[in-house]
């Protein structure tokens, strides 16, 4: 069993290059909790037999593509301008995106804004902005450009050949001069964007379970609890909806006075629409009700 601890997204006054992918690996985690919570168990549903009323839910896919698309993402646009020759700065990489998803809902900048004639005093030039699950982000493009090509890495490498340490120099093989390359070496994107891949094979091979921490005040005070703050993070993180989906039953005790409303059967299961019957369940010792038939248990 792993753990796998995420602080979350990073919202700031200057959000810049790292806040980017830092934003990206959570959409990715986002989408794996709406596939594997709320996707899959209502599918489960339906196969179960279920009369069954479907929780709508966000499918983030649609910005998660809009970043990491291989052909048309933002990270390929940005590869894209660090690699080609000739004057390349962030404004041409701006321009590029603001052409590319100029109708794209989920992004904007000055200049989209401009053509679909809004008037948005917050959205200051040299950035973009994307409207993540969590809320929308603006980025200011200064330094995309130099922190993605990553140019300290072959440096970095060569240097630690050439300190003659064994461990050093497995680590670093391609510091070696005689295996010197002429490729440039992979942008810190492209790096970033296959360790997030890695990271989703792992993830969707096993059975994950949540713990999802709720931040109750911006000034990590005690005792302190803002309901409007709260609120918001139950909604974006999507617990609303998991919560709703989440009427599942641990066994089949059909021989206690639970009203017939509480219970639905499956082909295979039994579910439980409310948290209080189950909890009820849950607090009464062995063999006051139990049938001792083995049932399957839903989550």
Same mark, same amino acid.
């Given at each position: ?19 980017? &992918? ?11 909790? &709406?596939?594997?919570?709320? @996707? /899959?168990?209502? =599918?489960?549903? %339906? ?14 896919? &649609? ?11 933002? !990270?390929? #646009?940005?590869? =894209? =301008? ?55 982000? +603006?980025?200011? %493009? +200064? ?8 140019? !300290? ?6 240097? #630690? ?38 990271? #989703? ?17 911006? +000034? @990590? ?18 617990? #609303? ?8 039953? /641990?066994?089949?005790?059909? /021989?206690?006075? &639970?009203?017939?409303? =509480? ?31 083995? +049932?399957?248990?839903?989550?």
């Amino acid at each position: 069993m792993g753990v796998l601890d995420i602080y979350g997204f990073e919202i700031f006054q200057d959000n810049g290059f790292e806040q980017f &992918i830092i934003n990206y690996c959570n959409e990715k985690l986002q989408q794996i909790f &709406i596939l594997l919570t709320l @996707k /899959e168990e209502q =599918e489960e549903y %339906v196969r179960e037999g279920i009369q069954w009323t479907p929780v709508e839910f966000f499918d983030n896919s &649609i910005i998660c593509n809009l970043i990491e698309n291989s052909t048309g993402g933002i !990270l390929a #646009m940005l590869d =894209e =301008e660090c690699l080609r020759p000739g004057t390349v700065n962030e404004d041409t990489f701006l321009a590029k995106l603001n052409q590319l998803f100029a109708t794209h809902k989920h992004y904007e900048s000055k200049e989209t804004q401009s053509a679909r004639h809004i008037m948005d005093a917050s959205l200051p030039p040299r950035c973009f902005r994307i409207h993540h699950y969590a809320g929308k982000v +603006t980025y200011n %493009v +200064t330094g995309f450009i130099e922190k993605n090509n990553d140019l !300290l890495f072959r440096d970095l490498s060569q240097a #630690m050949w050439a300190a003659r340490h064994a461990l050093l120099r497995s680590l670093f093989p391609e510091g070696d001069p005689q295996k010197a390359s002429l490729k440039l070496p992979p942008t810190a994107g492209y790096q970033f964007k296959a360790s997030v891949a890695t990271l #989703m094979k792992n993830l969707y091979s096993k059975n994950p379970n949540y713990i999802r921490c709720i931040k109750p005040n911006e +000034t @990590k005070a005690a005792m302190l609890f803002t309901p409007e703050l709260v609120l918001a993070q139950a909604r974006y993180l999507g617990l #609303m909806e998991n919560v709703r989906v989440r009427d599942g039953a /641990e066994q089949v005790l059909v /021989e206690l006075p &639970i009203p017939t409303e =509480e219970l639905a059967f499956g082909h295979t299961k039994v579910f439980i629409r409310s948290p209080r019957t189950l909890f009820d369940l849950e607090r009464r010792p062995p063999g006051s009700g139990a049938t001792g038939k083995r +049932t399957s248990t839903s989550r």
